[in-house]
């Protein structure tokens, strides 16, 4: 196997650990409750960023990324494990998981706000597919319903809010911070904040006791390494494998998400569910597809046009 391969093995290798997380961060949460299972969670995954990654020194980093892009990572895994954590049942958990990967198609509209740069006319309808792909799924088997999608939110506003407040913030988070960063990964250390943030949460929450077991020892080992492997393997992914087939396939996470979160949280998942989830998959792709860097002969083409 080429050096390359290898590479890309690694990406593909991240994609598969992000996708088992909705499931993994739900499970531990389940037994070590929202708050304290999240805060294990992070802690035992920055123990692995650091000796994958590393911990760079902090004085290599711009203040103004640690302080702005460290905020915005810190609130976005907050909300992602607790609106998992809080959610009423293991369902509503994989409903949580399809709101957050509303930030592709929200990172793109960010991005064209942004650079006020030129698109097609079909982005906005690809960006309500990913909308309506949610309402779909969250309104239940009928179908779309608004009185049902009212009744289900607010079964858990909290929880609704939380994941649909992270997917902003990662959008915001993936366009402003790459100009701050000059090309340098805190990522280490913002687990690190998130895990010291969760833990304060902690000390201020009125959960019982963790009681800990081998079967929860095991979820978490495996939860530290979804999230921490995670990002490790992405690094190593993106520095010379093949980033248009590891992009792609990042676009179907998902679909890869849901599928895992099913079997692994013994769910079995209606037609309507899945269709919603193909939606917002399907939207996410037309996104990127219609705002994607073009050969410079496309672009003297449509120029000419």
């Known amino acids: 196997m080429s050096g390359k391969n290898h590479f890309t093995l690694a990406g593909c290798g991240a994609i598969f650990l992000f996708s088992s997380v909705v499931a993994l961060i739900r499970s531990v949460t389940e037994q070590l409750g929202p708050v304290g299972g999240a805060a294990m969670i992070y802690t035992v ?11 760079p020194k902090l004085s290599s980093f711009s203040s103004r990324y640690l302080l702005i892009g460290g905020t915005l990572f810190v609130s976005y895994e907050m909300c992602l494990a607790l609106a998992l954590g809080m959610a009423n049942d293991r369902l509503q958990a994989v409903e949580m998981g399809l709101i957050n990967y509303l930030w592709p198609c929200l990172t793109v509209l960010f991005a064209v706000l942004l650079s006020r740069r030129r698109v097609s006319w079909l982005l906005y309808p690809s960006l309500m597919l990913s ?21 289900n939110v607010q079964s858990n506003p909290v929880s609704y809010s939380l994941a649909l407040c992270g997917a902003f913030i990662w959008a915001i988070y993936c366009n402003i911070t790459r ?20 833990w304060v949460k902690y000390l201020f929450t009125q959960e019982p006791a963790m009681q800990w077991t ?13 999230m921490g492997g995670g990002y490790a393997l992405w690094n190593i992914g993106i520095i010379g494998g093949n980033m248009v087939l590891l992009a792609t396939l990042s676009y179907f996470v998902p679909v890869f998400s849901t599928f895992l979160s099913a079997y692994l949280l013994g769910l079995k998942l209606t037609a309507t ?11 996410s792709l037309l996104c990127w597809w219609l705002t994607r860097e073009k050969p410079a002969g496309e672009l003297l083409q449509e120029e000419q046009a």
């Open 214 to 226: 081998l079967p929860v020892i095991w979820d978490l080992l495996l939860a530290g390494l979804a």
């Open 273 to 283: 569910f899945w269709q919603g989830v193909v939606m917002v998959t399907l939207a």
């Open 179 to 198: 100009g701050m960063s000059n090309g340098k990964n805190a990522i280490t250390w913002f687990f690190a904040a998130t895990a010291v943030a969760l």
């Open 131 to 151: 909308f309506f792909g949610v309402a779909w799924t969250v309104s239940g088997d009928s179908g779309l319903s608004v009185s049902q999608l009212t009744a």
């Open 45 to 55: 995954s920055t123990v692995i960023l650091i000796f994958t990654v590393g911990l």
